[in-house]
T-cell receptor
Framework: GAVVSQHPSRVICKSGTSVKIECRSL??????MFWYRQFPKKSLMLMAT?????????EQGVEKDKFLINHASLTLSTLTVTSAHPEDSSFYIC??????????????FGPGTRLTVL | EDQVTQSPEALRLQEGESSSLNCSYT??????LFWYRQDPGKGPEFLFT???AGEEKEKERLKATLTKKESFLHITAPKPEDSATYLC????????????FGTGTRLQVTL
């Protein structure tokens, strides 16, 4: 149980284009989803928290107009990197919290998306 | 400010050589402490959640323990397939289920 998928696993795009990454909870309903960014050999950096049906909460220093997050259903959240530039190249990982267990903060992670901007 | 510190940064063990990884934390109010395993190029895989001092959880060769200041991940008789980065994270009261991660311990188990 508690499986989270991400699509695509890898994407290469040209500078200036937009890229959408999907995150799905496959066997549970996720009231809260999180988006992280990870640099090589570094730990996870939280970018934003999204709750189903409401606007995402962004961490300090994360540009909300550049990283658009939508959490339209209890099983799907999307991250769109708008007007991508080479400095946006990174490993993006989503996670989901099982909404049926209000007492636990356990997050289940997707496999990640490697974004390369040329 | 909430802080999570993991040590050692890297650990090399021979197969069968047991050891422990440390996660020390300084937080305003602990809701939970989490251990994850991450393989290169993949997302973290959930291992354990601990909620209160004295709690212990086990899974195969791994055992996690928690005190009021730190957590240990004990690895008994490790195998090469246990090689990975082990991440510790905490959730804190009043932070809407956000996790604060440590920098991880890179474990390599050799034959």
């Amino acid at each position: 149980g508690a499986v989270v998928s991400q699509h695509p696993s890898r994407v290469i795009c040209k500078s200036g284009t937009s890229v959408k990454i999907e995150c799905r909870s496959l066997d549970f309903q996720a009231t809260t989803m999180f988006w992280y960014r990870q640099f090589p050999k570094k730990s996870l950096m939280l970018m934003a928290t999204s709750n189903e049906g409401s606007k995402a909460t962004y961490e300090q220093g994360v540009e909300k107009d550049k990283f658009l997050i939508n959490h339209a259903s209890l099983t799907l959240s999307t991250l769109t990197v708008t007007s991508a530039h080479p400095e946006d190249s990174s490993f993006y990982i989503c996670s989901a919290r099982d909404g049926s267990f209000s007492s636990t903060d356990t997050q289940y992670f997707g496999p990640g998306t490697r974004l390369t901007v040329l | 400010e909430d802080q999570v510190t993991q040590s050692p940064e890297a650990l090399r063990l021979q197969e069968g050589e047991s050891s422990s990884l440390n996660c020390s934390y300084t937080v305003s109010g602990l809701r939970g402490l989490f251990w994850y395993r991450q393989d290169p190029g993949k997302g973290p895989e959930f291992l354990f959640t601990l909620y209160s001092a004295g709690e212990e959880k086990e899974k195969e060769r791994l055992k996690a323990t928690l005190t009021k200041k730190e957590s240990f991940l004990h690895i008994t008789a490790p195998k090469p397939e246990d090689s990975a980065t082990y991440l510790c994270a905490v959730s804190v009261t009043g932070t809407a289920s956000k996790l604060t991660f440590g920098t991880g311990t890179r474990l390599q188990v050799t034959l």
